[in-house]
């Protein structure tokens, strides 16, 4: 008989510690559910905030990103207005170089024009060598780098003077632009 009481007894034994750990569990769970729904009333109550907040500065915030769409907008007009400002010396440069390359006396230019892709010059000289000192002085500046003779003939000049034609072909005007 012994041995039947001790089963009852260590049958009520486990019994009692299922019971326990059961309730020890549910326990856990209740406090874990308590700390998740605190969280969650703390996050919302965060987030009813920050909608306040983004209510009270949201025309603040209109107002700054078209401040910053303003100053976006002049710095492009400061930038291109500085970029015509620094190509308003090329021309006077070009002009320049090309009057230092000129022969003084012994060669005229009697036309400059350029059509976008190549610039043609043509004048006349007392002979073929002072048309090939120019042609070399050209080259030297920095606005005609690839000089290319296109015509040279010798003519009378209307006062019977013998003269040279010349006609040069370079690339665009202004693309050498320092």
Not at 15 to 40: E, G, P, W
Not at 69 to 81: H, S, Y
Not at 98 to 127: C, F, H, N, Y
Request: a positive charge; glycine letters at 8%; aromatic letters at 6%.
């Amino acid at each position: 008989m012994i041995a039947i009481n001790l089963m009852g007894r260590r049958r009520k034994m486990k019994i009692r510690k299922v019971r326990n750990q059961a309730f020890v569990f549910a326990l856990l769970t209740a406090v874990l559910c308590m700390a998740l729904a605190l969280h969650n009333a703390s996050l919302e109550a965060r987030v009813e905030e920050i909608k306040g907040l983004s209510a009270r500065h949201g025309k603040k915030a209109q107002r700054l990103f078209a401040i910053k769409a303003e100053m976006d907008a002049f710095k492009k007009k400061e930038r291109a207005l500085s970029e015509i400002a620094g190509d308003r010396s090329w021309p006077v440069r070009l002009l320049g170089d090309l009057a230092g390359a000129v022969p003084q006396g012994r060669v005229w230019l009697t036309d400059l024009e350029s059509d976008g892709k190549t610039a043609v010059i043509r004048g006349k000289s007392m002979d073929g060598a002072d048309a090939a000192l120019f042609i070399q002085r050209l080259k030297k500046t920095d606005f005609f780098k690839d000089v290319r003779l296109k015509i040279l003939k010798k003519q009378k000049g209307p006062d019977g003077k013998d003269q040279t034609l010349f006609e040069l072909a370079c690339p665009a005007l202004g693309t050498e632009r320092k």
